[in-house]
């Protein structure tokens, strides 16, 4: 079964501080998805990556930055963190015709 | 330009019948179509997907949903609710490379005893 796991399942963080969000697939695939989900707005790419290295902005990509160093590792960085960042963040890996998610991560910033 | 319309926030059924959440879609390209289910406190597992083959879908757990193209739809249905069935469910779309998934807001399925 592929699997994607999320370094954290709760986070709490304060206003300014850089919060990394780490994600490992364990099924060599070459996509892979940030997004961030809220109520209401369903799920909102952030970056995503096809490759080591390559990355791609998605929808709302402002106040993220993300690395790729491995093909199994897609870290999602919050440069500074805001209230208004306080959110449900998922992770994907995909191949063609399927999507894998994390369990995802609350992040609250205070 | 892809986009998922989901045209019920909200949909309530009582147990034993059944269930239909719609889902409309526009796409520039021949579309990908997926529905995702998201239980409370989960991550999102996938029901079921339209790759271009037939046109009625089925998944897991009774689900089924039938790409019309004429309509831009992809409508998911279940012949008679279960308690378990009580979750968000999400229509996605995806263009040919796959690169990025578009997510419709969501509909949340409420199954009354």
């Known amino acids: 079964d592929v699997k994607v796991t999320q370094s954290s399942r709760y986070l709490v963080k304060r206003t300014g501080e850089k919060v990394f969000l780490e994600c490992v697939q364990d099924?060599?695939?070459?996509?892979m998805f940030w997004y961030r989900q809220d109520p209401g707005l369903g799920l909102r790419l952030i970056y995503f990556?096809?490759?080591?290295?390559?990355?791609e902005k998605g929808d709302i990509p402002e106040g993220y930055s993300v690395s790729r160093e491995k093909k199994e590792r897609f870290s999602l960085i919050l440069e500074s963190a805001s209230t208004n960042q306080t959110s449900m963040y998922l992770c994907a890996s995909s191949r063609p015709y399927e999507q894998y998610f994390g369990p995802g991560t609350r992040l609250t910033v205070t | 330009a892809q986009s998922v319309t989901q045209l019920d926030s909200h949909v309530s059924v009582s147990e034993g019948t059944p269930v239909l959440l719609r889902c409309n879609y526009s796409s520039s390209y021949s579309p990908s179509l997926f529905w995702y289910v998201q239980h409370p406190n989960k991550g999102l597992q996938l029901l079921l997907k339209y790759t271009s083959a037939a046109t009625l879908v089925k998944g897991i757990n009774g689900f089924e949903a039938e790409f019309k193209k004429s309509e831009t739809s992809f409508h998911l249905t279940k012949p008679s609710a279960h308690m378990s069935d009580a979750a968000e469910y999400f229509c996605?779309?995806?263009?040919?490379?796959?690169?990025?998934?578009?997510f419709g807001s969501g509909t949340k399925l409420n199954v009354k005893p």
């Open positions: 099924m060599d695939h070459e996509n």
């Open positions: 996605v779309v995806t263009r040919g490379d796959f690169n990025k998934f578009y």
């Open positions: 990556s096809y490759d080591v290295k390559m990355k």
